[in-house]
């Protein structure tokens, strides 16, 4: 059964590094060691036509503001909104209610400046949160029950506005670096098993004993 993962961020090679990215960066991360290829919406035509597992959907004639990467074990699509931020809804419900995905089946990866950097959290749902780009997907879905990965990317010291849109300093780096290979892991265990109370499980115990 295929299933949807979401990285959320800001399309542009000026924000490709910011914090707010980071959701296009967990996927870029799963990209590059799974040996997936990021290709335009309009490309999903051919690639229904052509996948038998997305056999019987109609040629997807939605909204095209993103790009997507499909997997066949784990049966996913990987999508980057390039809507901005604060519109990823106006992709992710479209895109949904076209491959037949219901919102349970939907992961959605962003950042979160309430967790220190390093810290990452899974839910089955939950509520926006203050995330613009999440209210607008919860919008869209028509419900808050689906899944999220939250990547920590630090609280600010400045004003939050200016702290998403600034870059990993260089000494931030390798804890970036660590939570993008330990979300990519979490996405794939999710994907293959479906169970996301387990991938919550094992995942938690593994995270929370790293911070200790």
Same mark, same amino acid.
């Given at each position: 059964?295929?299933?949807? =993962? +979401? @990285?959320?961020?800001?399309?542009?090679?000026?924000? &490709?590094?910011?914090?707010?990215? *980071?959701?296009?960066?967990? $996927? #870029?991360?799963?990209?590059?060691?799974?040996?997936?290829?990021?290709?335009?919406?309009?490309?999903?035509?051919?690639?229904?036509?052509?996948?038998?597992?997305?056999?019987?959907?109609?040629?997807?004639?939605?909204?095209?503001?993103?790009?997507?990467?499909?997997?066949?074990?784990?049966?996913?699509?990987?999508?980057?909104?390039?809507?901005?931020?604060?519109?990823?809804?106006? =992709? +992710? @419900?479209?895109?949904?209610?076209?491959?037949?995905? &219901?919102?349970?089946?939907?992961? *959605?990866?962003?950042?979160? $400046? #309430?967790?220190?950097?390093?810290?990452?959290?899974?839910?089955?749902?939950?509520?926006?949160?203050?995330?613009?780009?999440?209210?607008?997907?919860?919008?869209?879905?028509?419900?808050?029950?689906?899944?999220?990965?939250?990547?920590?990317?630090?609280?600010?010291?400045?004003?939050?506005?200016?702290?998403?849109?600034?870059?990993?300093?260089?000494?931030?780096?390798?804890?970036?670096?660590?939570?993008?290979?330990?979300?990519?892991?979490?996405?794939?265990?999710?994907?293959?098993?479906?169970?996301?109370?387990?991938?919550?499980?094992?995942?938690?115990?593994?995270?929370?004993?790293?911070?200790?």
């Amino acid at each position: 059964m295929t299933r949807i =993962v +979401v @990285g959320l961020g800001n399309p542009g090679p000026e924000y &490709e590094r910011t914090r707010h990215n *980071v959701g296009f960066q967990v $996927l #870029d991360h799963v990209a590059l060691h799974e040996g997936l290829l990021f290709r335009t919406a309009r490309n999903l035509k051919d690639t229904s036509e052509g996948d038998p597992s997305l056999g019987g959907l109609p040629p997807y004639a939605g909204p095209k503001k993103f790009r997507f990467a499909r997997s066949l074990d784990p049966d996913a699509l990987w999508v980057k909104p390039e809507t901005f931020m604060n519109l990823s809804g106006d =992709v +992710v @419900g479209p895109l949904a209610r076209w491959a037949q995905v &219901e919102p349970a089946d939907v992961m *959605v990866v962003y950042d979160d $400046l #309430d967790l220190e950097l390093g810290v990452l959290r899974l839910r089955p749902h939950g509520g926006a949160g203050g995330q613009k780009g999440m209210r607008s997907i919860i919008e869209s879905l028509g419900t808050d029950r689906f899944p999220r990965l939250r990547v920590g990317i630090g609280r600010p010291r400045t004003d939050a506005a200016r702290h998403v849109l600034e870059e990993f300093s260089a000494k931030e780096l390798p804890d970036i670096e660590i939570s993008l290979a330990e979300a990519s892991e979490a996405l794939l265990d999710w994907l293959h098993t479906g169970d996301i109370e387990k991938c919550m499980t094992r995942f938690h115990s593994r995270w929370n004993e790293g911070a200790g």
